[in-house]
């Protein structure tokens, strides 16, 4: 069974691919993956469309064919999930997986070293695994269920997750 941190883990994998396969697709290759992303009003011929640009490159175009967004909402919301943006999102998300993988191996290291001592575990060893225990508690509960929300449709989401 896959875990929550192995799902989320292939879940940020696909999307920092996309992101970068983003940046990688753009006409002549010159946008950069930290150019921001911006939308402009165009209209041609009584047509109201907006195009998405950086300042190297465009990213959704405009043209005497057509082409850029209908709508000014959708031109926003492409230009605000610029590759730049998911890939800082994408790495604010892998720190508290991190941050929650740590504590947990922190918790799991002591229950191992009371294990061992038996009868007479170190009082270190107590305090540290209760610490552990109540900080991976909390992160698992707060953030890193939470973080799975989006993902609830994928096939290999378990309802278990469900905060």
């Known amino acids: 069974m896959t875990t929550i941190v192995e799902f989320l883990t292939a879940r940020y994998d696909e999307i920092e691919a996309a992101a970068r396969a983003a940046v990688d697709a753009t006409p002549g290759t010159i946008a950069r993956a930290a150019d921001q992303w911006a939308y402009q009003h165009e209209g041609f011929a009584g047509d109201d469309y907006w195009t998405i640009s ?4 465009e990213i959704v175009t405009g043209g005497y064919e057509g082409g850029g967004t209908v709508s ?3 031109a926003v919301h492409i230009a605000l999930h610029d590759p730049a943006y998911v890939l800082a ?10 941050s929650y ?3 947990a191996r922190l918790r799991d290291d002591a229950a191992d070293r009371i294990r061992a001592a038996g009868d007479n575990p170190s009082a270190t060893d107590l305090n540290q695994w209760t610490r552990a225990h109540m900080e991976a508690h ?3 509960e707060l953030a890193v269920l939470p973080l799975a929300l989006p993902f ?4 290999e989401y378990d309802e278990r997750w469900r905060p």
């Open 138 to 140: 909390i992160l698992r």
């Open 72 to 74: 000014e909402e959708a």
């Open 101 to 103: 993988t740590t504590t």
């Open 54 to 57: 950086t300042e190297s490159a």
């Open 89 to 98: 999102d994408i790495t604010a998300k892998r720190a508290i997986l991190d």
């Open 152 to 155: 609830s449709s994928h096939p």
